[in-house]
């Protein structure tokens, strides 16, 4: 997942992939802690997309209170 294709979502499309990828940050935990998880780099790479995607959100909420001004 890129910055620059979050950038192009709505606000709402990067809340609802925002509920997606920490769903999916709890079931690896889950996986983890019962000795199922395959894939333990999936864990750190879903960590980075929720850091792009707050980070996205943040920039669109200052740009919109810039905006207001």
Do not use: Y
């Not at 910055?3 to 990828?21: G, N």
């Not at 802690?33 to 929720?50: F, P, S």
Request: a positive charge.
């Amino acid at each position: 997942m890129n910055a620059s294709e979050l950038r192009d979502k709505t606000p709402d499309q990067l809340r609802t992939q925002l509920v997606d990828l920490k769903k999916e940050a709890f079931n690896l935990r889950f996986q983890q802690a019962t000795g199922q998880l395959e894939n333990t780099a999936r864990m750190r790479q879903v960590k980075r997309d929720v850091a792009r995607v707050k980070t996205i959100l943040n920039q669109k909420a200052a740009d919109a209170a810039t905006a207001e001004e």
